[in-house]
């Protein structure tokens, strides 16, 4: 089936710091992703899609300058949390769309502490 | 897309069918009933799609009424690592680039 890959899975910085996450598709291409983040004991909350090649489109209430996503080939997306606080603390998870089949599959999500 | 109702939370004894329920009274012709599952910090995993016939593969079986305004999840015999949020998603096939929503979901937990 396929797979989504996530990395870090987890990562702690101090306040202040910028972390990058990347998400891979890693046996099809998708020209859509997806960022999600999920607070304790919440749902899954939509932040922004993205497609290859063009600018992410962020949800209400999602800083664009804050979180940086980039798309740039079919296989790799990546969100860059800048100037991360504690309350950026989170599950993000990220989600590839298959541009053949059209389904939608979900990486294992990284956990983000910030201290 | 549609819009779900499940129940907040349910148990289920290990061993025993788990039935989870959900209501989608508006959903349209062209929308599918989607299962998703998440267990503990972990991504949402796929189990299942219906448009209106029940469907069954190796994790679980869908059963959707005949006016299609609701829906159960059967996993046949729960173990314990099936406890897990299960989210009951209404969407049109061809969305093109419109993710997946989730709304609050159920929590099974599955008692030994």
């Known amino acids: 089936g396929a797979v989504v890959s996530q990395h870090p899975s987890w990562v702690i910085c101090k306040s202040g710091t910028s972390v990058k996450i990347e998400c891979r598709s890693l046996?099809?291409?998708?020209?859509?992703m997806f960022w999600y983040r999920q607070f304790p004991k919440q749902s899954l909350m939509l932040m922004a899609t993205?497609?290859?090649?063009?600018?992410?489109?962020?949800e209400q209430g999602v800083e664009k300058d804050k979180f940086l996503i980039n798309h740039a080939s079919l296989t790799l997306s990546t969100l860059t949390v800048t100037s991360a606080h504690p309350e950026d603390s989170s599950f993000y998870i990220c989600?590839?769309?298959?541009?053949?089949?059209?389904?939608?599959?979900f990486g294992p999500g990284t956990r983000l502490t910030v201290t | 897309d549609a819009k779900t109702t499940q129940p907040t939370s349910m148990d289920c004894a290990e061993g025993r069918a788990a039935n989870l329920p959900c209501n989608h009274s508006?959903?349209?012709?062209?929308?599918?009933v989607y299962w998703y599952r998440q267990i503990h910090s972990q991504g949402p995993q796929y189990i299942i799609h219906?448009?209106?016939n029940n469907e069954t593969n190796e994790m679980a079986s869908l059963i959707i009424t005949e006016d299609r305004k609701s829906s159960t999840l059967i996993l046949p015999h729960a173990t314990l690592r099936d406890t897990a949020v299960y989210y009951c998603?209404?969407?049109?096939?061809?969305?093109?680039?419109?993710?997946?929503?989730f709304g609050k979901g159920t929590r099974l937990s599955v008692i030994a």
């Open positions: 219906g448009l209106k």
């Open positions: 998603i209404v969407r049109s096939r061809n969305s093109g680039n419109t993710p997946l929503v």
């Open positions: 993205s497609n290859e090649g063009s600018k992410a489109t962020y």
């Open positions: 989600s590839a769309r298959d541009r053949w089949g059209g389904e939608q599959y």
């Open positions: 046996d099809f291409q998708a020209t859509t």
């Open positions: 508006t959903i349209s012709g062209n929308e599918y």
